[in-house]
């Protein structure tokens, strides 16, 4: 009975999710000014026969935080614009002050905008962006073949970078792509009280933070190697973000509260 109940819970979650991101098939033309002060359309930059990967965020949204490294890690991998990706990060809710502390706390090196000082407001309506961080890869051709968006699809380096490759895009650069599940494991999943963490010896994660969907931060622990177990008793019942950190190195994965 309890396994029904979370199958009908995960298609009710499902169905909002998937109600929420863009229907469309082919990418709408905008114009913004970064918070450097450079004017950006994103017809012109596909007609130079470019990938665009756009990063709708916001700097108070959890998840963007997380995934701010991994789309940095996107634009070195891929040329920092000047091969065949272009990678533009599209912020909503703040202006370009907000943005510049948010990409100076990240390293963000790509192109920012904010919402009204950069038209980030105007162009996440344009796209039907409700939910964020969403990652969308437009071809030259103008079709949308990326749609990256929580739960169904993390927006992180592995699952970015195999959507570039399927589309032709060429790296520039030698990089070790990080493999979350090589990084640590956890069981059971779902869980209901202890959540168990094995973790790689060479990764050296040092803390564990738990973000349910809507990117707040519900629980924090300090961790070691020798740390074997979570305690997410005092979870509700729902889908969550296991963000691992360390130095230099940082992994996600998702896990059910039953």
């Known amino acids: ?16 999710y998937s109600q929420a991101q863009t229907t469309l098939e082919y990418a709408v033309d905008f114009r913004i000014k970064t918070i450097e002060g450079e004017s950006l359309r994103l017809f012109d930059i596909l007609a130079q026969d470019k990938i665009v990967m756009i990063d709708f965020f916001s700097t108070s949204c959890g998840p963007c935080h ?20 272009f990678v533009v990060g599209i912020a909503w809710g703040d202006d370009d002050t907000g943005v ?12 920012t905008a904010s919402r009204s000082d950069g038209a980030g407001n105007i162009t996440n309506n ?3 962006i409700l939910s964020r961080p969403t990652v969308l890869i437009i071809t030259p051709d103008k079709k949308i073949v ?7 699809e993390i927006p992180d ?8 490759i399927e589309n032709g895009a060429v790296s520039t650069s030698i990089r070790v792509a990080q493999d979350t599940e090589a990084l640590f494991k956890i069981s059971p999943n779902p869980v209901q009280d202890q ?22 931060k519900v629980l924090g622990f300090n961790i070691n190697e020798n740390q074997s177990s979570l305690d997410v008793a005092m979870l509700s019942q729902g889908i969550y973000l296991l963000h ?6 940082y992994a996600t994965q998702k896990f059910i509260k039953q």
Do not use: R, W
């Open 100 to 111: 510049y502390v948010f990409d100076t706390t990240y390293g963000i090196q790509y192109p």
């Open 126 to 128: 344009d796209f039907q």
């Open 157 to 164: 380096f592995h699952n970015i970078d195999s959507i570039l």
């Open 66 to 85: 997380i995934y701010a490294p991994d789309h940095q890690a996107i634009y070195e991998a891929y040329g920092e614009n000047q091969g065949n990706v």
């Open 1 to 16: 009975m309890k396994k029904i109940q979370i199958f009908v819970f995960l298609i009710i979650l499902g169905l909002g």
């Open 195 to 216: 959540l168990k963490l094995v973790m790689d010896k060479a990764a050296t994660f040092s803390q564990a933070e738990i973000y349910d969907l809507s990117g707040s």
């Open 244 to 249: 691992l950190k360390g130095p230099q190195k």
């Open 146 to 152: 990326g749609n990256l968006f929580m739960p169904y």
